[in-house]
């Protein structure tokens, strides 16, 4: 499984973004997906996911009420809508498909990962 990520680049604070992440393959459908990000110089943390279905989602707690996730079943495409932005959400986002159909806020269970897309929020 092929993951392509976009619609990131260059927003002002307080601006929007939505990010999406399409899959090659149509078996990415029955699966869970998430997004997760990584600041330079920090780890890799978890940004939010959904269930196969989208009938669960997932946030951090960091982005709960600013972010939403959501995807598009036929189109294998899972999307991040970001709002409100801070600086402090500048970021190289990833997008990833899990091993199972739940959403999940770890890592350690997801099997494919994008390249990513970068969001910049000026102050």
């Known amino acids: 499984v092929q993951l392509q990520a976009s619609g990131g680049g260059l927003v002002q604070a307080g601006g929007s973004l939505r990010l999406s992440c399409a899959a090659s393959?149509?078996?990415?459908?029955?699966?869970?997906m998430g997004w997760f990000r990584q600041a330079p110089g920090k780890e890799r943390e978890f940004v939010a996911a959904?269930?196969?279905?989208?009938?669960?989602?997932v946030y951090a707690d960091s982005v709960k009420g600013r972010f939403t996730i959501s995807r598009e079943y036929a189109k294998s495409t899972v999307y991040l809508q970001l709002s409100s932005l801070k600086p402090e959400d500048t970021a190289l986002y990833y997008c990833?498909?899990?091993?199972?159909?739940?959403?999940?806020?770890?890592?350690?269970?997801?099997?494919?990962w994008g390249q990513g897309t970068q969001v910049t929020v000026s102050s």
């Open positions: 959904i269930s196969w279905n989208g009938g669960r989602t």
């Open positions: 990833a498909v899990g091993y199972r159909s739940s959403a999940s806020a770890d890592s350690i269970q997801y099997a494919y």
């Open positions: 393959k149509r078996t990415a459908s029955n699966n869970g």
